[in-house]
């Protein structure tokens, strides 16, 4: 299983950036799969999953209202769409699933993830 990210870059606060995730290398339809972060001194949070047998998605306090998760299927890709940006959300974004389980909710405590990509930085600029 593989998984790549990409989409990071600079941006200043309260702009947009969408992130994606090509994932490879399984066919399960059922899932764990989501977005994590960590920003330079900090433990590793999640932001957001998605649930592959109802849809339903979960996000960390924090970027509730600002940022949505999707995933696109047919193209085996996962997207994070990040809306009004702060310096706070500046971190290195990292995609992760574990194929055969889908934690629901707790997918966003990231324990359970067997399969992480490399991580694409994001910097908000004040």
């Known amino acids: 299983v593989q998984l790549q990210a990409s989409g990071g870059g600079l941006v200043q606060t309260g702009g947009s950036l969408r992130l994606s995730c090509a994932v490879s290398g399984f066919t399960s339809d059922y899932y764990a799969i989501g977005w994590f972060r960590q920003a330079p001194g900090k433990l590793r949070e999640g932001v957001s999953c998605?649930?592959?047998?109802?849809?339903?998605?979960y996000y960390t306090d924090s970027v509730k209202g600002r940022f949505t998760i999707s995933r696109d299927n047919s193209k085996n890709i996962l997207y994070l769409q990040m809306n009004s940006l702060r310096p706070e959300d500046t971190a290195v974004y990292y995609c992760?699933?574990?194929?055969?389980?889908?934690?629901?909710?707790?997918?966003?405590?990231?324990?359970?993830?067997?399969?992480w990509g490399k991580g694409t930085l994001v910097t908000v600029s004040s």
């Open positions: 998605i649930s592959s047998s109802d849809g339903n998605t």
């Open positions: 992760a699933t574990d194929p055969g389980r889908d934690y629901g909710a707790r997918c966003l405590e990231g324990s359970g993830m067997d399969y």
